[in-house]
């Protein structure tokens, strides 16, 4: 076991941990598109090429479209690339996500978790990042700053391992986490260098009968995700699932990793639960909220309810049976989603976990929490109700609504 | 197809191209094949360079010209360019 290594604390909005990661991760290319509440990555990262304390080629494309196949082609060549985007930017991108992930190329990006229009609105919820679920990319959510930092460092990890090979985003919450300043313990530049390494690459088959790294190089010519009729596209698409099962044990090992040189750990990498061991009745969520939750939780258990919160922290892939595990024996469990799915009876977190559920040998009501969107705070009350309403069902016995909104209007 | 078909845990990611596109017969898309009358012919060769997947060759043993059905997708370019409409398409 490595001894924790001495840190300094800085302080730093999420924005500005994400664009330090970034910095210390000796990131060959960055393409990017400035849009709110993510633009602090791409400013601040911009003065450290400026200032020549990165060796970093920066290129600021004409929009965000053209950034992630700015990144797609960087990362073919084996360069280590980041972006950053959110909202209406990261839904420009759409089609390249799709690109991205189907040529493995590793490229990590945070997205600063932003409403989409219309009507316009440039604050916090998780339509952005939802809407892209089954793009192919690996997607964490950060609770904090500190997990925004330290989650940059384990995705260029995750997302280059030969076992996976699969674009990740990382996910903070517009301004609750990108504008938000708090307190966060750096790793040291050489720690942060050993620890992220040397791009690895899978070996691949090509043309000329060579196995060749998966790179773009004139001495080993090589076809990247050219045309593939209907007798092979099915295939490369079940070789993605292989890798994104793959990523369950990896994002675990990158999370252990990095815990063991930072002394940080967020549950097992995939979930992170709160007092859930003994619990009754429990919220499941993602993101920020958690952090507000685990207030409301602490407050609950001095009543003597047996309250608890299971945050997911690995959203792409969807831990099923760790899920299914950590709530089948519970009596009965809130779904908050930041997101809607419309006209999808609840919303995506809501179903995936619901899902997860089915095959449990002992169900708990699951509910579902529409909550926050377009920046709308939730407060410890409007959480307390939650678990007073779990507590009803509990007593009752019945479900009123399946699908509810938080802090709405009616 | 042209060859016995790997799986998925066979075939390298990203759908990169383990075998060169000669060995890759896209000659059986065609349901046209072109049928040369050889009284027609003038040997201008305009066919060899409009054939857009470079499927008529000149072979010089022979002194005339040759279609590489392996490869012809029988999309009748070179039928219609033919100054004495000397190469008709006929169904496969």
């Known amino acids: 076991m490595k001894t924790v290594v001495k840190q300094e604390v800085h302080g730093l909005n999420g924005d500005e941990a994400v664009a330090l990661a970034a910095k210390q991760s000796d990131v060959d290319v960055v393409a990017a598109y400035p849009i709110t509440p993510q633009t602090i990555i791409v400013e601040k990262f911009s003065e450290y090429v400026s200032n020549g304390e990165v060796e970093t080629e920066y290129i600021c494309t004409e929009s965000e479209h053209s950034a992630m196949a700015a990144c797609l082609a960087a990362s073919a060549t084996g360069a280590r690339v980041f972006t950053a985007t959110a909202s209406a930017g990261l839904a420009l991108m759409h089609e390249m996500l799709f690109v991205t992930s189907g040529c493995r190329a590793p490229v990590v990006m945070a997205v600063a978790n932003r409403a989409l229009s219309a009507p316009i609105n440039i604050h916090g919820d998780h339509s952005d990042a939802m809407a892209e679920r089954d793009s192919g990319w690996i997607q964490l959510y950060a609770e904090n700053a500190q997990e925004v930092y330290d989650s940059v460092l384990q995705a260029f990890r995750i997302a280059e391992h030969v076992d996976v090979q699969l674009p990740i985003m990382i996910g903070l919450d517009g301004f609750t986490l990108s504008h938000t300043l708090e307190n966060v313990q750096t790793l040291p530049d050489d720690v942060v260098k050993k620890f992220v390494g040397t791009r690895q690459f899978p070996v691949v088959l090509t043309h000329e009968g060579k196995t060749v790294p998966y790179k773009l190089d004139p001495d080993n010519p090589m076809t990247m995700g050219p045309l593939a009729l209907p007798n092979y596209y099915f295939e490369f698409k079940r070789q993605q699932e292989e890798a994104m099962k793959n990523a369950f044990k990896v994002i675990k090992e990158m999370h252990e990793e990095c815990g063991q040189i930072s002394g940080r750990h967020y549950g097992d990498g995939l979930l992170d639960p709160y007092k859930l061991e003994d619990a009754e009745i429990a919220i499941v969520c993602l993101g920020s909220t958690a952090g507000t939750v685990k207030t409301v939780v602490d407050e609950l258990r001095t009543e003597g309810i047996k309250a608890g919160l299971l945050r997911i922290r690995a959203y792409r892939p969807f831990p099923a049976e760790e899920i299914a595990k950590a709530l089948g024996k519970l009596k009965a469990v809130a779904v908050m989603d930041r997101s809607m799915s419309f006209g999808g009876n609840g919303g995506a977190v809501f179903h995936e976990v619901r899902h997860a559920l089915y095959d449990s040998p002992a169900r708990p009501y699951v509910v579902n929490y529409i909550y926050g969107l377009g920046g709308r705070d939730t407060s410890p009350s409007q959480l307390r109700k939650i678990y007073q309403d779990l507590q009803k069902i509990l007593h009752t016995k019945h479900i009123d609504d399946l699908i509810r909104y938080v802090g709405l209007r009616d | ?92």
């Open chain 2, 1 to 92: 197809m042209t060859s016995v078909e790997k799986s998925w845990k066979e075939v390298s990611p990203a759908g990169v191209c383990w075998k060169s596109s000669t060995t890759y017969l896209t000659g059986d898309w065609k349901t046209f094949k072109p049928v040369k009358d050889e009284t027609k012919c003038t040997k201008c060769l305009l066919c060899t360079l409009f054939c857009p997947d470079g499927a008529i060759h000149w072979i010089s043993e022979k002194g005339d010209i040759e279609f590489d059905l392996n490869f012809c997708k029988g999309c009748g370019i070179c039928a219609n360019e033919c100054p004495t409409k000397a190469i008709v398409m006929k169904i496969e």
